[in-house]
């Protein structure tokens, strides 16, 4: 895989987890191609999963 292409789909995912993060409702998520949104919706999953740790 491409260097350019990695990073795109990493900061898609850093862009996801800083959506969870501030609480964004997943329906935000802004990127159409299947593998950017995969990427960002598995970020937002992380931060949601990283929220209710830190909230119990």
């Given at each position: 895989?491409?260097?350019?292409?990695?990073?795109?789909?990493?900061?898609?995912?850093?862009r996801?987890y800083?959506?969870?993060?501030?609480?964004?409702s997943?329906?935000?998520?802004?990127?159409?191609?299947?593998?950017?949104r995969?990427?960002?919706?598995?970020?937002?999953?992380?931060a949601?999963?990283?929220?209710a740790?830190?909230?119990?």
């Amino acid at each position: 895989m491409k260097r350019q292409k990695r990073d795109r789909l990493d900061r898609a995912h850093s862009r996801g987890y800083q959506a969870g993060i501030s609480g964004r409702s997943k329906e935000m998520c802004p990127y159409q191609l299947i593998d950017q949104r995969s990427h960002w919706l598995g970020g937002w999953r992380q931060a949601m999963e990283d929220r209710a740790v830190t909230a119990a």
